[in-house]
């Protein structure tokens, strides 16, 4: 899988959304106190784990599209400018999109909007937003398509035949991961460069339950069937499943921009594994998937680095409720990268870490 390599300042951007989320916790929780204004969205966590490894200046390049209404809490917007990311922060006369967030037994999560909801779309896109390197997109089949023809078409007009194509991830939405929208999908999988449905999504689609733990059998053959459909123009494409604490597993017909022509099929562990670490499960999977786009990016298209990094991304997105926390910044003239602490560790550590018990 190759990459953008144009000169456009734009590394990634995503068309998810930003919500505003009240949490409620289980009935067996300790703490039976809701968390109110917590930063959210498939869209604001996709940012973030991109973010995490685009430490200023590079951070600019991170784009996301937030839509803020007149209850925007101010104390909101002063965390959103402390990442320095490429964000478009909008006014809105409506009130910001809020949902809410109820858990269960066994982690059940009931969510349900308590605000119009702000869907974005292609036209959202600024011109600089346009001519990102990778875009995420979180939706059902038939608007992937949609969406993703009216990107090229504007990019077409605006930059001409001489523009790379951005690296296109798509996050099939969850309800609509069913045999019923299996065909949908398959006619959706030639326009993306990577899908991404987690474990279980995967196997609605084929009807199939994992009864207890991930079935790793059944996700290689259902990821396998969906590669062997073809995904991306020419078919080069991947599938990278999400498996929760069994980590992701990788499928594609090449493995990296040095080696075309070979195959992939190769899980990778979660970069947690004491349970303890992980106190909130939701926003995982869309830290994961930003930050595999940048992966993508900044490493020329290496799926299974790119993975790494999305690991990464995803295990500080689930250590707390809501966004992780940048907790030191940079000082003076030296390294940002290095400067930069979040939820207290450098993440360019960690991810070192997990390449070398990974290798």
Known sequence: MTTNNDSSSVDFVTLGMFII???????????????????????????????????????????????????????????????????LLRPRDAPTTRGWNGYGANEHRAFKYLTEKKRLTADDLTPELLGAKSIHLICSPMRCVDMVLQILHRRLASFGDDEAKPVVIWEPVPDLCTAEELENTMQALRYVDVISPNHEELGSLFSFTHSTGVDKTAVEKQAQTLLAHGIGPSGQGAVVVRAGKEGCYIAANHASASSPSSSLSHWLPA?????????????????????????????????????????????????????????????????????????????????????????
């Open 21 to 87: 989320d009240d949490i409620y916790p289980s009935p067996t929780a300790a703490d039976q106190t809701p968390r109110k204004d917590v930063i959210g969205g498939a869209g604001t966590y996709s940012a973030i784990g991109a973010r995490l490894f685009s430490p200023p200046p590079t951070s600019k390049s991170v784009g996301w599209i937030v839509d803020a209404g007149p209850d925007f809490p101010p104390e909101l917007r002063t965390v959103i400018a402390s990442w320095e990311t490429g964000v």
């Open 271 to 359: 970069y947690h594994t004491n349970a303890a670490r992980v106190v909130d499960p939701t926003g995982g999977g869309n830290g994961f998937l930003g930050g595999l786009a940048i992966g993508l990016v900044h490493t020329s298209g290496d799926l299974v680095e790119a993975a790494r990094i999305g690991s990464i991304a995803a295990s500080f997105c689930i250590e707390q409720v809501g966004m992780p926390k940048l907790t030191s910044h940079r000082q003076g003239d030296g390294d940002d990268e290095a400067a930069e602490r979040w939820n207290g560790e450098s993440v360019s550590e960690r991810l070192a870490d997990f390449r070398t018990k990974t290798r």
